[in-house]
DNA sequence: TCTTGCAGGATTGTTGAACAATCTCTAGGC
DNA sequence: GCCTAGAGATTGTTCAACAATCCTGCAAGA
């Protein structure tokens, strides 16, 4: 083995080390508070418009009131809460506007990430497409399961690995973000199966056209597809 | 003058209301520590790789911990400090993948406001295009008396306006977030002169462009634009 | 000489109580 | 019925304290 193979083979090792040592080192208290509520938001246990007291989360959390404070921030930074100033936090209500502008950045970022693999391409080892499949197949699963949230956040992975194909934190970050706004409008919603449904075909398409490199295909696929959607959830938006 | 006249200038009078009242809401404490360090950071008074000791602060800032923590913490999320468990807060120091990350992202979202316009035409009243106008004649002037971090102060509040044309607000947040992190790339670099000074031109070039309504030549030209901007970058990085 | 292990000091993480500022809601006056 | 005033509740902010963790320097051993 040439020295120049194994110094590679050594910074993968040390890279994964690094992730697992960022892992082991959340800030505890606070972001495990945030976690808890993050879950509650997103799964729909607080619903829209909910305010969130301080003194009751203090108890139900079992953190000081400043901790509790700080983990509120961190999800308002995510928009999975809103404060207002003397008022508390609240879930926020996400209007037609919002559904608007939070697609118009799912294409313009999703769109750009598939076109873009086509510069990148030779250096794309197929096992990257791997997690894609993974959630294509959960999808198909909990389908037959009639599991329809499942369905839900089985598609919504399936959008944030096809993000990550970038290798651009930033816009994992963003789009941890807008997917986690989206949530918040599923719930007001109805009807899980007709919102999810159409989407697991679909994302299997999707895989399919990487799988075989068209990319361009692929893009504009994924346009017209989040048209689609967007369409959709202003539909049942102006008819709830 | 017609009623529909009326109204839309209320209306616009109800925003410039509404814009202060939000200011003047500011979470004072908190908000009003992180604006000051916000500034020092983006001023280069806080150089990449320094650490913020909290009693130190502190005292500077006459808050307690508690509020001066929840400063951090809105910073954290601008991307201008990064938490290290039990060791602190820091100016992040980028490196040459986090220029190519932020460049790729200014990309996507400036090119695609640009090429939007064409849709919203009609609805896009010339006075849009001022501020605009104002940045870059704010330039012009700063150059002309030879105050070069001025001009990258106008030039990406072009950038900021330019963005701020596709009424979308989580643009705006993203590209705020962006170039604050840009800010802190340009300290690492000694000649603001030669940073700057190219994008004057281009800026006006590309303000003409829109004032023509030419969006396709004008999406193209900023591509471009950004393109040799990022690379100027890197350059100046490689060689420091 | 270099590494290893161990205090000691310094800094951060978290808590609880306290008080000020602000909002909400109810009661009373017109 | 509508408006105003005040009580009660909630949030904003501070302070002091303690626990947990990290960094530094030094001594012991290979």
Chains 1, 2 share one sequence.
Do not use: C
């Amino acid at each position: 083995m040439s020295t120049g193979g194994a110094e590679t083979e050594r910074q993968a090792w040390l890279r994964t080390v690094a992730a697992d040592v960022a892992r082991l080192d959340r800030s505890s208290s606070a972001e495990r508070a945030a976690d808890i509520l993050r879950r509650s938001i997103t799964e729909g246990a607080l619903p829209p418009g909910a305010q969130l007291s301080e003194i009751e989360l203090t108890e139900v959390l079992e953190v000081s009131r400043n901790t509790l404070r700080e983990a509120f921030r961190l999800l308002t930074h995510e928009g999975l809460l809103v404060y207002k100033l003397h008022r508390g936090v609240f879930v926020p209500e996400l209007d037609e506007h919002d559904v608007i502008d939070l697609y118009r950045l799912r294409r313009v970022l999703e769109v750009d990430v598939v076109r873009g693999l086509d510069d990148r391409d030779p250096e794309l080892p197929a096992s990257r497409l791997e997690p894609l499949q993974d959630d294509v197949e959960a999808a198909e699963a909990a389908a037959r399961a009639d599991r329809w949230p499942v369905v839900g956040t089985a598609n919504m992975r399936f959008h944030e690995h096809l993000i990550g194909l970038a290798d651009s934190s930033r816009m994992d970050a963003m789009t941890g973000r807008l997917l986690a706004e989206l949530r918040l409008l599923f719930h007001v919603i109805a009807t899980p199966r007709e919102l999810h449904e159409p989407y697991i075909e679909r994302n299997r398409r999707l895989f399919e056209l990487l799988e075989a490199r068209k990319y361009d295909e692929a893009a504009a696929d994924l346009h017209e597809y989040l048209l689609h959607s967007e369409q959709a959830i202003l539909a049942a938006f102006r008819s709830r």
